[in-house]
């Protein structure tokens, strides 16, 4: 089964499409990644259906980081932010190698 990265943002539309290009980069070079960017107010549930390696937060919703670390970092799932230029971007080769290397941050080696 392949790793999880959720991606958080506040209505799951261009962070959706953030998701397809992460994913379009882990299968052009063969890794092993699942990632799917979904709306705030989905990301519980998404969550506590499959345990993310990595939660990244888009650029713009910011404010709700710290929501994220509080809960989710102390349960083993790093979290971080997205940044502004990837993002703008939408480098999912670059915004993939972040989160993997979050990932790393509370021992998780991928």
Do not use: F, T
């Not at 379009?24 to 519980?44: C, F, H, I, P, T």
């Amino acid at each position: 089964m392949n790793e999880y990265i959720l991606l958080i943002d506040a209505a799951g539309m261009s962070i959706s499409l953030m998701a397809n290009r992460m994913e379009q980069y882990a299968r052009a070079n063969d890794l092993a990644y699942d990632v799917e960017g979904v709306a705030d107010s989905m990301g519980g549930d998404k969550i506590k259906a499959r345990k993310p390696i990595a939660i990244m937060v888009a650029p713009q919703v910011r404010y709700m980081l710290d929501k994220y670390v509080k809960e989710y970092e102390p349960q083993g799932i790093p979290v971080g932010l997205i940044e502004m230029q990837p993002y703008g971007m939408m480098n999912g080769e670059k915004v993939l190698k972040s989160a993997i290397e979050l990932s790393k941050k509370l021992g998780k080696v991928v």
